[in-house]
Every structure is written in C-alpha cells, then in structure tokens.
C-alpha cells in the first residue's frame, strides 16, 4: 500500500511561482513511475506531468511545457512539482499519483494506482 501527500499549494498572483511536494510512504518509491494532474470544477482530471522511476524521462502536458518542471529524490521518497509563470487557469486541485507498472508515467490518470488528497493551487489574475 502507498500512501501519498501533496504540500505546497495556495493563493498565489499570476506570474508567481510555487514548489508543490508529493511525500509518498510504502512500497519501494525508486519503482515506480510518478504523475502530477490536476482537476478544476467541472473539468476532468488533467495530465500536468510525469517522470520515471530514475527521472530520465519526464513528460508535460502542452499547456505547461517551458513553465512547470517535474522532479524526484529518491532518497527523500518525494516528487516535486516546480510551476514557473503561474497563470489564472492553472487554478485547480493538484493531485500527485503513483503508478506502480511499467516505471514509465502514463498521461491517463486511469492508469495510475495511488493518488494523494490533492492540494488546491489558485492563481489570482
């Protein structure tokens, strides 16, 4: 079983930048695969970012790309999540996950195993 939490989020003003933490606990993190997405009111869960279980390979969603940056240390059984140039429509509920398969990170948030309680971000204009 793999418990996650995020931390980091809050109210921030378009442009600024926020740090958000993923802390995982159980199972061997250095295994698996880590996503971030995130969910607005009556939107479905979006893909945000995601890297591999080493971070060589890292993948965004188009609307982040050039702004976000995703990170792991597998020592410290943490993912991060580094948001650059904040806009108002980032607002929504982050959410960290955890997929234990391949070690490679999906971009379907169906696939993933273990999510956190989620972290609201919102970016005043």
């Known amino acids: 079983q793999v418990q996650l939490v995020e931390s980091g989020g809050g109210l921030v003003q378009a442009g600024d930048s926020l740090r958000l933490s993923c802390a995982a606990s159980g199972g061997t993190f250095s295994s698996y695969a880590m996503g971030w997405f995130r969910q607005a009111p009556g939107k479905e869960r979006e893909f945000v970012a995601g890297i591999s279980t080493l971070g060589v390979t890292r993948s965004y969603g188009d609307s982040v790309k050039g702004r976000f940056t995703i990170s792991r240390d597998n020592a410290k059984n943490t993912a991060y999540l580094q948001m650059n140039s904040l806009k108002p429509e980032d607002t929504a509920v982050y959410y960290c996950?955890?997929?234990?398969?391949?070690?490679?990170?999906?971009?379907?948030?169906?696939?993933?195993?273990?999510w956190g309680q989620g972290t609201q971000v919102t970016v005043s204009s």
């Open positions: 996950g955890a997929d234990l398969r391949f070690g490679i990170p999906d971009q379907l948030a169906r696939k993933y195993d273990y």
